[in-house]
C-alpha cells in the first residue's frame, strides 16, 4: 500500500501541466510560422500588383491609388504618433519607441520616407510639447494623479538622429539646430530637459536615476559629437543650474559639463546664486571642481559668493545639510588639495574688498591661517586698513551665525526652485 499517494498525485499533475506548457508552446510557435508565411505572401502579392497596375482595368487603377494615398497617410501620421508618443501607462501596453528594441537605422528609414513629420507641431491646446524631438525626453504618467511628467528613457537615445535628420532635410530654421532649440510651451528647450533627473514611481528610484543620467550623458556626448551641442550653450542655458535643481546628484552629467566649461561653476541664476548641489556628495563635487579649476582664490571665494538672498553656496549648503559634514567636506578637500598653490592671502584681500563676497568668506580663511593677518599687515599697509576692518566687522562667530540665519533662507530658496521646476510637473 502507498504510503504518500498525494505526492505522488502531485507529481503527476506537475508533469501534466509541464506536457501541456510544452505543447502550448508548439501550437503557439506553429501559429507564428504559419502567420509569417501568409504575411509575406500578401506582400509579394501587393509588390506584383503594384509592379502590373497598368494592366487593371480603370476602376481598379483608381482604387490602387485612392488605397496607397491612404497608406501613405495612415502610415506617415503613425510614425508622427510614435514619435510623439510620452504617455506611459505600463510596460505590457506601451507600443512607442523603444531603444531596447528599436534601431537608429529602423529609425532613420522612417523618417527619410516621411521626413516632414519632424517639423509637425503639435496644437497649443494639446499639451505642452510641440515638435516629436521634445517628445523624447519627457513622458506622461498616467498612473501619476498630479499629471506629472518623467525623463523618457526608452526615446531619448533618438534625440541625435532625428536632430541630424531634420537639419539635412532643412525642416527648422537653422537656429534651432534641428529643432533642439525650440521652445516647450514653458519656454524651456530639449537641451534644458537633458538636464532633468525626473522619475514619478519611486521603486528601485536610485537605480533609475542611474539610467537616466546614463542615457541623457550619451545623449549630450552624441550631440557635442554632431556640432549641436556647443561649449557656450552650458551659460547661455543655464544647464548647470538645472541639472542641479533636482534631489539627486547626477555626477556622470555634472562632470561632463564642468570638465568641458568650468567657467559656468561662476555662473549665477537669476537669483544671483552659484550653483547649490542638491546632495552633500553633490555639493563635494562642485566644491573640488572650484579648487581644481580656480585654486588662486576664485575657488574658496565660490563658497560666499553673495547672491541677491543672501544666503551664500557655503549658507545653503549648512542649512540643508548637516554643519560638521559640510566643515568636513571643505577641510578634506583642501587638504586634498594641499599641493594646488591655493592663494590664500589673495583670498582673504578678495573677500575683504570685494562686495559680492560674504564676510563669512573673510572670517573662515582668516580662521584656517590665523598668521595670515600678521603677513597681510606688515606686507602692505593699504592692504591692512581694509583687511582690519573687514575682520572687525566680521566678530561673531560663523557657525553660530549659520544656526540662526540659515532656516528661513533654505526655506525661501526651496520656494524659488519650486516655481523654476514648475515646467516639469
Request: one cysteine or more.
Given at each position: 500500500?502507498?504510503?504518500?499517494?498525494?505526492?505522488?498525485?502531485?507529481?503527476?499533475?506537475?508533469?501534466?501541466?509541464?506536457?501541456?506548457?510544452e505543447?502550448?508552446e508548439?501550437?503557439?510557435?506553429?501559429?507564428?510560422?504559419?502567420?509569417?508565411?501568409?504575411?509575406?505572401?500578401?506582400?509579394?502579392?501587393?509588390?506584383?500588383?503594384?509592379?502590373?497596375?497598368?494592366?487593371?482595368?480603370?476602376?481598379?487603377?483608381?482604387?490602387?491609388?485612392?488605397l496607397?494615398?491612404?497608406?501613405l497617410?495612415k502610415?506617415?501620421?503613425?510614425?508622427?504618433?510614435?514619435l510623439?508618443?510620452?504617455?506611459?501607462?505600463?510596460?505590457?501596453?506601451?507600443?512607442?519607441?523603444?531603444?531596447?528594441?528599436?534601431?537608429?537605422?529602423?529609425?532613420?528609414?522612417?523618417?527619410?520616407?516621411?521626413?516632414?513629420?519632424?517639423?509637425?507641431?503639435?496644437?497649443?491646446?494639446?499639451?505642452?510639447?510641440?515638435?516629436?524631438?521634445?517628445?523624447?525626453t519627457?513622458?506622461?504618467?498616467?498612473?501619476?494623479?498630479?499629471?506629472?511628467?518623467?525623463?523618457?528613457?526608452?526615446?531619448?537615445?533618438?534625440?541625435?538622429?532625428?536632430?541630424?535628420?531634420?537639419i539635412?532635410?532643412?525642416?527648422?530654421?537653422?537656429?534651432?539646430?534641428?529643432g533642439?532649440?525650440?521652445?516647450?510651451?514653458?519656454?524651456?528647450?530639449?537641451?534644458?530637459?537633458?538636464m532633468?533627473?525626473?522619475?514619478?514611481?519611486?521603486?528601485?528610484?536610485?537605480?533609475?536615476?542611474?539610467?537616466?543620467?546614463?542615457?541623457?550623458?550619451?545623449?549630450?556626448?552624441?550631440?557635442?559629437?554632431?556640432?549641436?551641442?556647443?561649449?557656450?550653450?552650458?551659460?547661455?542655458?543655464?544647464?548647470l543650474?538645472?541639472?542641479?535643481?533636482?534631489d539627486?546628484?547626477?555626477?556622470?552629467?555634472?562632470r561632463?559639463?564642468?570638465?568641458?566649461?568650468?567657467n559656468?561653476?561662476?555662473?549665477?541664476?537669476?537669483?544671483?546664486?552659484?550653483?547649490?548641489?542638491?546632495?552633500?556628495?553633490?555639493?563635494?563635487?562642485?566644491?573640488?571642481?572650484?579648487?581644481?579649476?580656480?585654486?588662486?582664490?576664485?575657488?574658496?571665494?565660490?563658497?560666499?559668493?553673495?547672491?541677491?538672498?543672501?544666503?551664500?553656496?557655503?549658507?545653503?549648503?549648512?542649512?540643508?545639510?548637516?554643519?560638521?559634514?559640510?566643515?568636513?567636506?571643505?577641510?578634506?578637500?583642501?587638504?586634498?588639495?594641499?599641493?594646488?598653490?591655493?592663494?590664500?592671502?589673495?583670498?582673504?584681500?578678495?573677500?575683504?574688498?570685494?562686495?559680492t563676497?560674504?564676510?563669512?568668506?573673510?572670517?573662515?580663511?582668516l580662521?584656517?591661517?590665523?598668521?595670515?593677518?600678521?603677513?597681510?599687515?606688515?606686507?602692505?599697509?593699504?592692504?591692512?586698513?581694509?583687511?582690519?576692518?573687514?575682520?572687525?566687522?566680521?566678530?561673531?562667530?560663523?557657525?553660530?551665525?549659520?544656526?540662526?540665519?540659515?532656516?528661513?533662507?533654505v526655506?525661501?530658496?526651496?520656494?524659488?526652485?519650486?516655481?523654476?521646476?514648475?515646467?516639469?510637473?
Amino acid at each position: 500500500m502507498d504510503d504518500h499517494p498525494n505526492i505522488d498525485n502531485n507529481e503527476d499533475d506537475e508533469q501534466q501541466q509541464e506536457a501541456q506548457a510544452e505543447e502550448q508552446e508548439h501550437i503557439d510557435a506553429a501559429a507564428a510560422i504559419a502567420a509569417a508565411a501568409e504575411t509575406k505572401q500578401r506582400h509579394l502579392k501587393i509588390d506584383l500588383v503594384l509592379e502590373r497596375k497598368e494592366k487593371f482595368p480603370f476602376r481598379n487603377r483608381n482604387k490602387i491609388d485612392g488605397l496607397i494615398q491612404e497608406f501613405l497617410e495612415k502610415l506617415g501620421n503613425d510614425i508622427h504618433d510614435m514619435l510623439f508618443e510620452n504617455e506611459f501607462a505600463g510596460a505590457d501596453t506601451y507600443d512607442g519607441l523603444d531603444s531596447d528594441r528599436d534601431t537608429e537605422e529602423e529609425v532613420e528609414t522612417a523618417i527619410r520616407f516621411f521626413p516632414e513629420v519632424l517639423s509637425r507641431r503639435k496644437p497649443f491646446s494639446e499639451g505642452r510639447l510641440y515638435y516629436p524631438i521634445q517628445a523624447l525626453t519627457l513622458v506622461h504618467d498616467v498612473h501619476n494623479d498630479d499629471g506629472n511628467w518623467q525623463c523618457n528613457v526608452k526615446t531619448v537615445l533618438f534625440i541625435p538622429i532625428v536632430a541630424r535628420l531634420a537639419i539635412e532635410f532643412d525642416l527648422f530654421e537653422e537656429d534651432k539646430r534641428g529643432g533642439l532649440l525650440c521652445l516647450d510651451r514653458d519656454g524651456y528647450n530639449v537641451l534644458q530637459h537633458l538636464m532633468l533627473t525626473v522619475e514619478t514611481i519611486v521603486e528601485n528610484l536610485e537605480e533609475k536615476y542611474r539610467v537616466i543620467d546614463d542615457k541623457y550623458l550619451q545623449v549630450l556626448i552624441q550631440l557635442r559629437k554632431l556640432g549641436l551641442l556647443k561649449k557656450e550653450d552650458i551659460q547661455r542655458y543655464d544647464l548647470l543650474h538645472y541639472l542641479c535643481r533636482v534631489d539627486y546628484f547626477a555626477e556622470k552629467r555634472l562632470r561632463f559639463l564642468v570638465e568641458w566649461d568650468p567657467n559656468a561653476l561662476t555662473q549665477t541664476d537669476i537669483f544671483g546664486q552659484r550653483v547649490n548641489a542638491p546632495t552633500i556628495q553633490g555639493f563635494q563635487f562642485v566644491f573640488e571642481y572650484g579648487i581644481r579649476y580656480f585654486p588662486n582664490k576664485k575657488g574658496i571665494s565660490l563658497l560666499f559668493h553673495k547672491p541677491n538672498s543672501l544666503l551664500t553656496t557655503f549658507r545653503y549648503a549648512c542649512g540643508k545639510f548637516d554643519y560638521n559634514d559640510v566643515m568636513n567636506v571643505i577641510e578634506d578637500t583642501l587638504a586634498r588639495y594641499s599641493s594646488t598653490p591655493i592663494n590664500s592671502a589673495d583670498a582673504v584681500l578678495s573677500a575683504a574688498i570685494d562686495e559680492t563676497v560674504h564676510l563669512d568668506g573673510v572670517y573662515f580663511l582668516l580662521r584656517r591661517e590665523p598668521d595670515m593677518l600678521q603677513k597681510l599687515l606688515s606686507s602692505s599697509p593699504s592692504a591692512s586698513t581694509s583687511t582690519s576692518t573687514a575682520v572687525a566687522d566680521c566678530d561673531i562667530n560663523i557657525n553660530s551665525n549659520i544656526n540662526n540665519d540659515t532656516t528661513d533662507e533654505v526655506n525661501s530658496r526651496k520656494e524659488k526652485d519650486r516655481k523654476c521646476k514648475r515646467h516639469i510637473d
